[in-house]
């Protein structure tokens, strides 16, 4: 499924259309469980006690919706704010900081920020290259006297090994 690229499309903006879109994204081959995975007995489950969303598993006789088992996981942040942190975040080389998503999604700065270390994580490379055996430190020059203006406590002293 292609992503959204206006910042106009309802899926940024309407909580229905981001939950309709994510369960596309998710279940492109049909609705599994998240906790034991099986496609079979998973019936969705209506009513005005449930809302929107809410699917029932036969195998676990239990109830689940897209946020179960994925980054949204326990989070009351909508779904459409959640996509356009997304977005946010991945449109700018340096992302998007917890400041701007709460100015930007009218949220309080603690769930930009919790939000934002969510995505980061999300976004990170699942298996990291370990840092090891011999550094080099290369300092950037920032701050270090040029050459000739080297002061004379920094000078090598000519009578030291
Ligand atoms: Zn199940």
Redesign the pocket.
């Given at each position: 499924m292609k992503t959204p690229e206006l910042l106009s499309d309802p899926v940024y903006h309407d909580e229905e259309a981001a939950r309709l879109y994510l369960q596309e994204v998710r279940w492109p081959e049909g609705v599994f469980?998240p906790?034991?995975?099986?496609l079979d007995g998973i019936k969705p489950l209506g009513g005005n006690s449930m809302g929107p969303g809410w699917f029932y598993?036969a195998?676990?006789q239990?109830k689940f919706t897209v946020r179960v088992g994925a980054i949204f996981e326990r989070s009351h942040i909508p779904l459409h704010k959640w996509l356009l942190a997304f977005r946010l975040m991945a449109s700018s080389k340096k992302g998007c900081s917890a400041h701007q998503l709460h100015r930007t999604l009218g949220i309080t700065y603690k769930s930009a920020w919790f939000l934002a270390m969510r995505i980061r994580e999300a976004m990170a490379p699942a298996d990291p290259p370990i840092l090891g055996g011999e550094g080099k430190v290369v300092e950037a020059g920032r701050g270090l006297p040029r050459a000739g203006t080297v002061s004379s406590s920094l000078r090598a002293d000519p009578e030291s090994c």
């Open positions: 469980c906790k034991c995975g099986t598993c195998a676990c239990d």
